[in-house]
Every structure is written in structure tokens, then in C-alpha cells.
């Protein structure tokens, strides 16, 4: 079965974006605009997206006026994005909008992954609805060499350490590669 993964860059300090929701600062460091192949989920069947990192990326490279630039980082992978809103598709994008809790839309997500991984991109609220869920398997973090004062959180919730498991922590270039499981949370 598939694996929900929230696989994602962060500052040292903890925010994924900035203040004003951009990942310039991560782009400007070493490796940050095209991360080594270790740093991405290898086995990763479709991405999940909320709607403000999805407009963030249409609007960073100018996805609709160039949308051979979508396959850069989507690949063919179907992406699903979380939104209340009619949002654009880039041509030829394969581009699923949902609503509604993760767990409703669960199945759709398992059904367009088959056997491979589910990679939760951002931000750090959806994958916070997938940890409150019990969805979340896994959480694996590239670390920058960066500090913000402040922007989005890498994960708003409590996540005490009895439900995190060390599986690997490795030095890729300037980043900081940490994977940890996540344990269902006792009843």
C-alpha cells in the first residue's frame, strides 16, 4: 500500500516560505532551484498540493504562459490540489482539484498512487491535516543552511517525540536530509 509523505524543504529555523509565501530564499542557496535526486521522494505516484503552494508555483516560473515548465518538477505525476476556489490548469498538466477533509479524499489519493508513495509537497497545514488524520507515514525534511524571521510553518501542530522515528540523517551538499516515521498516536 502507499505511504503518505510529507517531503519538503524548510529553513533552519523551521518556515517553508517566507513572509510573503516565496521560496526565493531557497533557490538562492546551493542546489535549492534543482535539489540532488536524494532529496526527492523516489517512489512518489502522484503529489498533493494546497491551493496557496500551487498558485505560488503557477506564478513563480509563469507556468500558464509556459507550461512545458509544469513537467520540471511535476513530472506526468497526477497533482492533486486542496482549494474552495475555481484555480487555472496549466496545458497539459494533469491537475485534480479537491475539497473536503484528506480523509474523504483518501481514496481517490490511494486509487491515482496504486503502489507508489503519496507526496504531500505543502504547506505545512496539509500535512498537518494528514498527521491529525492518522495519515501520515512519514516526514522527510531538507534542512537549508538559511534563517527566516518568520513565514510559513514547517508543520503547526504538537508532534511529541514518542511518535517520531530517526530513519536516516545525512549531509546532501549544503542541506541537512532528516527522515523520520511517524507512529499512530496512542489511544
Same mark, same amino acid.
Given at each position: 500500500?502507499?505511504?503518505?509523505?510529507?517531503?519538503?524543504?524548510?529553513?533552519?529555523?523551521?518556515?517553508?516560505?517566507?513572509?510573503?509565501?516565496?521560496? +526565493?530564499?531557497?533557490?538562492?542557496?546551493?542546489g535549492? #532551484?534543482?535539489p540532488?535526486?536524494?532529496?526527492?521522494?523516489?517512489?512518489?505516484?502522484?503529489?498533493?498540493?494546497?491551493?496557496?503552494?500551487?498558485?505560488w508555483?503557477?506564478?513563480?516560473?509563469?507556468?500558464?504562459?509556459?507550461p512545458?515548465?509544469?513537467?520540471?518538477?511535476?513530472?506526468?505525476?497526477?497533482?492533486?490540489?486542496?482549494?474552495?476556489?475555481?484555480?487555472?490548469?496549466?496545458?497539459?498538466?494533469?491537475?485534480?482539484?479537491?475539497?473536503?477533509?484528506?480523509?474523504?479524499?483518501?481514496?481517490?489519493?490511494?486509487s491515482? +498512487?496504486?503502489?507508489?508513495?503519496?507526496?504531500?509537497?505543502?504547506?505545512?497545514?496539509?500535512?498537518?491535516?494528514?498527521?491529525?488524520?492518522?495519515?501520515?507515514?512519514?516526514?522527510?525534511?531538507?534542512?537549508?543552511?538559511?534563517?527566516?524571521?518568520?513565514?510559513?510553518?514547517?508543520?503547526?501542530?504538537?508532534?511529541?517525540?514518542?511518535?517520531?522515528?530517526?530513519?536516516?540523517?545525512?549531509?546532501?551538499?549544503?542541506?541537512?536530509?532528516?527522515?523520520?516515521?511517524?507512529?499512530? #498516536?496512542?489511544?
Amino acid at each position: 500500500m502507499s505511504r503518505v509523505l510529507f517531503d519538503t524543504a524548510t529553513s533552519l529555523n523551521g518556515w517553508i516560505a517566507d513572509e510573503q509565501n516565496s521560496l +526565493a530564499w531557497l533557490f538562492a542557496v546551493d542546489g535549492g #532551484a534543482t535539489p540532488d535526486d536524494s532529496l526527492l521522494p523516489p517512489d512518489a505516484g502522484l503529489l498533493v498540493e494546497g491551493s496557496t503552494t500551487y498558485e505560488w508555483v503557477l506564478a513563480e516560473s509563469d507556468i500558464l504562459a509556459h507550461p512545458e515548465k509544469w513537467s520540471e518538477f511535476h513530472g506526468d505525476r497526477p497533482t492533486f490540489v486542496f482549494t474552495t476556489r475555481e484555480l487555472p490548469v496549466p496545458e497539459g498538466a494533469d491537475v485534480r482539484f479537491v475539497s473536503g477533509s484528506v480523509a474523504d479524499v483518501m481514496p481517490a489519493l490511494r486509487s491515482a +498512487a496504486g503502489e507508489r508513495d503519496i507526496w504531500v509537497v505543502g504547506g505545512g497545514d496539509l500535512a498537518g491535516q494528514f498527521l491529525d488524520a492518522g495519515l501520515l507515514d512519514q516526514i522527510a525534511l531538507s534542512i537549508a543552511p538559511v534563517l527566516l524571521t518568520g513565514g510559513a510553518p514547517l508543520l503547526p501542530r504538537r508532534l511529541e517525540s514518542d511518535r517520531l522515528r530517526l530513519v536516516s540523517a545525512e549531509a546532501v551538499g549544503p542541506f541537512a536530509r532528516l527522515i523520520y516515521e511517524v507512529a499512530a #498516536a496512542a489511544d
